[in-house]
């Protein structure tokens, strides 16, 4: 019995042994493991005692896998299978027979499982790679102050290999429940958007956007401003993407029937419509800093076709990091300019939200 334990064990070693995938360097060093991936300039190995090992490819000697791997060949094809090394060349035992890549012209190399994740990535659903945050907050005040405040702030981006999906929103409102209080109401005021973009080139992309708000201190029903145009990425990697925007939008806005001045002379100012074209010019930024936050930014100039010298602006921030898996901690900010404010508005409102989020990341 003991024998037969033995020869168990022996052949259980072995199987091991024959299984693993093995990296030679050129200083005679050999490492065994498994090969995650390569981009033609270091190899990402993983060990069993120190994790995925970063590797210089030139510093490589041989390479053996006898799992599937895939690999590009010079002229750009995928062919996949085992691997060793023979002379200077990957020999890849495929199903249709063996290629021989050049080991110094050797590209991209995957793993199966990282295969399979890229495959994911160039079509992915709709629920995927989203990462953001959604921060709610309420303050309640009784005894000598009667007030309540909400505030919400939302952000979110899906980036993938060729397009983006962009959300955000910001509100705050706000009430005096004191008997007699005149206004009542302190703040309602709500800003969201969304705007998509599609890549038709390395740096060139094409965008649609729709931004609306709502605000009843400035008397405004609805403000939606839809456009589109051509985008260039001036900056973009896994850190940070630097887009600069150019194109046009069209604006329809409501603004319902007030007095003006109530307490001294009342003025009636009627409800308004108006619809008009308009430019947009603007800027994008995102970055990560670190595994945890993330940084965006957004700003547009929205001239006025129809109306000489009139013109908005649209600014919107927000900061999110996350404490844990599912909690952090939001900044959400947003500006919006109107050159020709409705009779007794203030030309700017600002939005300013703080507090603790649920974070997000699929």
């Known amino acids: 019995m003991k024998s037969l334990g033995l020869l168990f064990c022996t052949l259980v070693l072995v199987a091991v042994g024959a299984s693993a995938e093995q990296v030679t360097l050129k200083n005679g060093d050999k ?23 970063s590797i210089k490819w030139a510093a490589i000697q041989d390479l053996t896998s006898d799992k599937k791997l895939f690999v590009a060949t010079p002229d750009k094809k995928l062919v996949s299978g085992t691997v060793t090394t023979q002379d200077s ?21 995957r793993s199966e499982s990282e295969q399979a994740a ?8 709709l629920t995927r790679n989203w990462e953001g945050g959604l921060n709610l907050g309420f303050a309640l005040a009784r005894g000598n102050s009667e007030t309540k405040n909400v505030n919400l702030a939302f952000n979110a981006i899906r980036p993938t290999l060729h397009d983006k999906i962009t959300l955000y929103a910001n509100s705050v409102y706000s009430t005096n429940d ?17 705007r998509y973009d599609r890549d038709i080139a ?14 009843d201190l400035q008397h405004l029903d609805l403000r939606s401003i839809v456009g589109g145009g051509l985008g260039f990425h001036a900056i973009k990697n896994k850190q940070t993407v630097l887009d600069f925007l150019g194109g046009g939008d069209y604006t329809r806005e409501s603004y319902v029937a007030y007095i003006l001045n109530p307490n001294s002379t ?34 547009t100039y929205l001239p006025n076709l129809n109306n000489g010298g009139g ?39 600002v939005l300013f939200t703080t507090g603790l989020a649920l974070t997000f990341k699929h």
């Open 118 to 125: 890229y495959e994911a990535s160039l079509h992915p659903s």
């Open 89 to 109: 060349d990957l020999v890849v035992a495929t199903a249709q027979g063996v290629v021989h890549v050049p080991k110094a012209s050797a590209g991209l190399i």
């Open 31 to 53: 490492i065994t493991g498994t090969v995650v991936k390569s981009d033609g300039k270091t190899l990402v190995f993983k060990t069993d005692y120190a994790g995925d090992v």
């Open 178 to 194: 004191l008997p007699g209080a005149n206004p009542r109401t302190i703040a309602n005021s709500i800003v969201g958007g969304l």
């Open 266 to 299: 009342p003025t009636f100012v009627d409800a308004k419509t108006q619809s008009f074209a308009g430019a947009a010019i603007g800027d994008d930024f995102s970055h990560k800093l670190g595994a945890a936050s993330l940084l965006t930014q957004r700003f």
């Open 311 to 349: 013109y908005r602006t649209a600014l919107d921030a927000a900061f999110v990091t996350k404490l844990n898996t599912w909690l952090g901690w939001q900044l959400g900010f947003s500006d919006r300019y109107t050159s020709n404010a409705q009779p007794g508005n203030k030309n700017n409102d």
């Open 202 to 215: 390395a740096r060139l992309f094409v965008y649609g956007t729709g931004d609306f708000q709502t605000d």
